[in-house]
């Protein structure tokens, strides 16, 4: 039997949220968004009398508000952050190996970077930056 997909819309609707699960043009409720999958699953496997395991779910949620654009900002933030980051720690690599060449000790560097003593190993090694601030090491 093939897979059956659904059209789950999921809105705020007082303390709980509505799940509009089109095409069947069913409504169900679930309490918390976490489970509104679940619920949507159950709710169309009863109507369908289909195997939950075979329904495939495309969940929308429709957020209050500018939930939606604030989040979306907030990803666009997030990226710029990482991106700067990775730019950050290149940066960095390139002045600790500078002073490494300088004969300048890993605490040094450490002290000057701003880096406790393993991420300056680290960072000479060429190895990944974590996600951390420079505040490691203060």
Sequence with gaps: MPSLTYDVTVSRDGSAWL???????????????????????????????????????????????????????????????????????????????ALDDEGVTRRDIGDILGLAVPRVRRILRGGPRENQSRQDAQ
């Design 19 to 97: 799940l509009e699960i089109a095409p069947i043009g069913g409504v169900a409720e679930a309490r918390w968004l976490g489970e509104a999958e679940s619920v949507a699953r159950a709710f169309i496997a009863d109507f369908e009398d289909a195997d939950p395991e075979k329904i495939e779910l495309e969940l929308t949620v429709v957020y209050p508000g500018d939930v939606a654009e604030q989040l979306d900002r907030a990803e666009e933030l997030r990226r710029t952050s990482d991106e700067a980051l990775d730019d950050e720690w290149e940066a960095l690599g390139r002045a600790a190996r």
